[in-house]
């Protein structure tokens, strides 16, 4: 599944609202993550898995593979920073994967 747009203004216009599946490697083990939000300097998921909060992770979707930390995490949402700012090209192709069948 994959739904996306983009959301505000100005810096904000940099941020994407999303639903689309995607995987936290994580110190604790894989968390399957639905996609929330995504900009090139975050992202916003959720999961039914225990994210851990202040950890290094790596959120894997399609082709892209970004390195990020677990900012905040409140109940089942967690906000990533990644360590790298992605292109508007990597973030492209991660929306793309399930329409070219690369999903997670």
Known sequence: ???HSKVGT????DHRRVLISGVLVT????????????SPAGALV???DKIPNGSDAVLKRGTLFA?????TVNGDEASLHFYRELSDDE??????????GGGQ
Do not use: H
């Not at 100005?10 to 216009?13: E, Q, S, V, Y």
């Not at 110190?27 to 995504?38: F, H, K, L």
């Not at 390195?67 to 900012?71: D, G, K, N, Q």
């Open 1 to 3: 599944m994959s739904i």
């Open 10 to 13: 100005g810096r904000t216009a």
């Open 27 to 38: 110190p604790a083990g894989d968390r399957r993550v639905m996609i929330r939000e995504i």
């Open 46 to 48: 959720t999961s039914r």
């Open 67 to 71: 390195a990020a930390r677990v900012a």
């Open 91 to 100: 973030i492209e192709r991660a929306l793309m994967a399930t329409a070219l």
